[in-house]
């Protein structure tokens, strides 16, 4: 029998955010390859993915989140991997835990993997009260609570397994 080989790359929706694109690239290089697929920037977002160690795909107009992770994904396993490991662009989330994650997928490789956002009272009332509103439509679609937050841009994607799923374009 074959042996399993666990092959991962980060990706990310991009789509202006040019504030802190190669400090998070930097953080992820790295670990495994960076993989961005940027939504249709503007010039200046566009000039922020010059010279940064990552791959870039460019989607040519702005299609929405959904639109830039499905083509990443699909990307991504034309590229040979096995895993994406999708992390918003805008790195509100916390990259010193992308080891531990990995970790998680290479013993679980069937998994899909997703984070939980903890919140302080900073967090936008507008930021919570929509996140309720869309895991509140994930439990009725799915008829599972086991996806904590359907908006989180935190989670490790086994390709095998999703990548047919995806819509054909």
Known sequence: MEEFAFKPAFLLPYFNHPARIAELVSALAPIAPVLIVDDGSDEASKSALK??????????QNGGKGAA???????????????????????????GRCEEFLALAARKPAALI???????????KSRLHG????????????????IKDAMCGFRIYPLEGIVPLLPRT
């Not at 992770?69 to 990259?95: N, R």
């Not at 919140?119 to 936008?124: G, K, Q, T």
């Not at 996140?131 to 086991?146: A, E, G, P, Q, Y």
Request: include cysteine.
């Open 131 to 146: 996140r309720k509103i869309m895991n509140f439509w994930c439990v009725i679609n799915t008829l599972s609570h086991r």
């Open 51 to 60: 010279g940064l160690a990552a791959q870039i795909y460019a989607r040519a």
């Open 114 to 124: 997703c984070a939980a956002p903890v919140y302080d009272e900073s967090a936008p």
């Open 69 to 95: 992770v499905c083509d990443g994904l699909a990307w991504a396993k034309e590229l040979g991997f096995t895993h994406a490991f999708q992390i918003d662009a805008d790195f509100q989330h916390d990259v």
